[in-house]
């Protein structure tokens, strides 16, 4: 291999790299951001959404320790770490695609926990005195606003007078309440997919570039070994 595809190589895996490595640093600060900023973790208890945040914290760490190590391999022409990159990142890929086979074979036990957690939060709302389980009330009366709905499956699971929260008029200041026709256990549950494919094809994308570097690493390792340069 001449020392232009050399050089070539080796801007293209520097760029990569770097591109890798902000990636992984965003995933880390959303995931960060999200553990502040996480809601509905009173009315999710099973499933509480900070938990994707922790996976988000771990995976963005990795993805940057691994591509820093790839960087600095790369720009030195060091073999030992750029061996220890290739191994490293391909073990993750693995971990990434196995957890992906995960969650796809659990995704209907997550539907049916969510929807057993939701009525629960209810059940806890209306049996609560006035002051009692506020997070859990804040939270539900979020809910409602939010996504204009009234209920889990609808008015009917009250059973008796209607939150201001399920009004469709803003602000509410006619009695009886008029509210919102459709449950709020579909509206919220398409919220949550939303945000879990969003995450997903974030994933895929630094899986995809994370694949490109593994097959561009190869020629330039080859090169390094044959040579014997990058043991220092």
């Given at each position: 291999?001449?020392?232009?595809?050399?050089?070539?190589?080796?801007?293209?895996?520097?760029?990569?790299?770097?591109?890798?490595?902000?990636?992984?640093?965003?995933?880390?600060?959303?995931?960060?951001?999200?553990?502040?900023?996480?809601?509905?973790g009173s009315v999710i208890?099973?499933?509480?959404?900070?938990?994707?945040?922790?996976?988000?914290?771990?995976?963005?760490?990795?993805?940057?320790?691994?591509?820093?190590?790839?960087?600095?391999?790369?720009?030195?022409?060091?073999?030992?770490?750029?061996?220890?990159?290739?191994?490293?990142?391909?073990?993750?890929?693995?971990?990434?695609?196995?957890?992906?086979?995960?969650?796809?074979?659990?995704?209907?036990e997550i539907d049916r926990?969510?929807?057993?957690?939701?009525?629960?939060?209810?059940?806890?709302?209306?049996?609560?005195?006035?002051?009692?389980?506020?997070?859990?009330?804040?939270?539900?009366?979020?809910?409602?606003?939010?996504?204009?709905?009234?209920?889990?499956?609808?008015?009917?699971?009250?059973?008796?007078?209607l939150p201001i929260s399920?009004?469709?008029?803003?602000?509410?200041?006619?009695?009886?309440?008029?509210?919102?026709?459709?449950?709020?256990?579909?509206?919220?549950?398409?919220?949550?997919?939303?945000?879990?494919?969003?995450?997903?094809?974030?994933?895929?994308?630094?899986?995809?570039?994370?694949?490109?570097?593994?097959?561009?690493?190869?020629?330039?390792?080859?090169?390094?070994?044959?040579?014997?340069?990058?043991?220092?």
């Amino acid at each position: 291999m001449n020392h232009s595809c050399v050089t070539f190589l080796k801007r293209w895996m520097v760029f990569l790299h770097l591109l890798c490595w902000t990636s992984g640093a965003f995933i880390q600060a959303f995931g960060i951001f999200g553990m502040f900023k996480s809601q509905y973790g009173s009315v999710i208890s099973t499933f509480k959404p900070h938990y994707a945040s922790n996976c988000l914290v771990v995976t963005g760490a990795i993805v940057c320790c691994v591509c820093y190590l790839g960087i600095l391999g790369s720009l030195r022409e060091n073999h030992c770490m750029l061996i220890s990159f290739y191994i490293a990142l391909f073990l993750l890929v693995l971990t990434e695609l196995a957890m992906a086979c995960i969650f796809l074979v659990v995704e209907r036990e997550i539907d049916r926990y969510f929807e057993a957690d939701f009525a629960r939060a209810l059940d806890n709302y209306k049996q609560s005195s006035d002051r009692g389980n506020q997070t859990l009330k804040d939270e539900f009366h979020s809910i409602q606003a939010r996504f204009e709905c009234c209920g889990v499956y609808g008015p009917s699971d009250w059973d008796g007078p209607l939150p201001i929260s399920c009004c469709i008029q803003d602000p509410c200041n006619i009695f009886p309440i008029i509210p919102w026709e459709v449950g709020c256990l579909g509206k919220l549950r398409a919220w949550f997919k939303m945000n879990f494919l969003s995450i997903g094809a974030g994933v895929v994308t630094i899986a995809i570039l994370q694949t490109i570097c593994i097959f561009i690493s190869c020629p330039i390792m080859c090169h390094f070994r044959r040579t014997g340069r990058g043991y220092m």
